[in-house]
């Protein structure tokens, strides 16, 4: 099983729709969860964060975290073309030595359709 | 600006002849980290260190070194660089704390021949 899975899309949403992406994760010591936006060629960028269970709203994008069924989705409200790019969720686990390790899902590809 | 610079962008080699790639970052980071970037399996982080003479391997180390002699630099060595090694590479760092997320460079295209 992988540590942390997404589905590889593609993934076509309407514009102005809500595009919504999910991931899961296996390790249930994970502590903190990412959502990165990368756009073709270019670097992962930070896009939301979240730690506890529940919502949290940052403009257009919700990040919802269960970590009872250890599912992390983030929701994209009114999406726009300039959303299509590849979502990367990220999974951070604490070891007993303080080592934080990170580790991305292989992303999600998201169109929106003008 | 608050960044991660990595050099070069683009890279083409041939086999077992060593090469390094540069890391910097000006944002005072504690956390350093390589990851490689590969089509259908996603980012795996090579090594990362946590702190000045602090490096720990990650999920894919064979192949590569890394130091960490100073806290703003994080160079990424091949000693002898294989065409598997061909990959995009990124390099991030980030703030001491769970909660806080890497920011990556601008990624380095790698071509081993």
């Known amino acids: 099983q992988k540590e942390v899975e997404q589905n590889s899309g593609p993934l076509s949403v309407p514009e102005g729709a809500i595009a919504s992406l999910n991931c899961t994760y296996s390790?249930?010591?994970?502590?903190?969860f990412f959502w990165y936006r990368q756009y073709s060629g270019k670097s992962p960028e930070l896009i939301m964060s979240?730690?506890?269970?529940g919502d949290k709203e940052d403009g257009r994008f919700t990040a919802q975290l269960n970590k009872a069924s250890q599912y992390v989705s983030l929701l994209i409200r009114d999406s726009q073309p300039s959303d299509s790019a590849t979502y990367l969720c990220a999974v951070n686990l604490i070891s007993n030595f303080g080592n934080e390790k990170l580790t991305f899902g292989t992303g999600t590809r998201l169109t929106i359709i003008p | 600006e608050a960044q991660v610079t990595q050099n070069p962008r683009y890279l083409i080699t041939v086999t077992g002849k060593k090469l390094t790639v540069t890391c910097s970052q000006n944002m005072n980071h504690e956390y350093m980290s390589w990851y490689r970037q590969d089509p259908g399996l996603g980012l795996r982080q090579i090594y990362y260190s946590m702190n000045v003479e602090v490096t720990d391997k990650g999920d894919v180390p064979e192949g590569y070194k890394v130091s960490r002699k100073e806290k703003r630099n994080f160079p990424l060595i091949l000693e002898s660089p294989s065409p598997n090694q061909t990959s995009l590479y990124f390099c991030?760092?980030?703030?001491?704390?769970?909660?806080?997320?890497?920011?990556f460079g601008s990624g380095t295209r790698l071509t081993v021949v």
């Open positions: 991030a760092s980030k703030g001491g704390g769970q909660n806080y997320g890497y920011t």
């Open positions: 979240i730690y506890s269970n």
């Open positions: 390790d249930r010591g994970s502590q903190s």
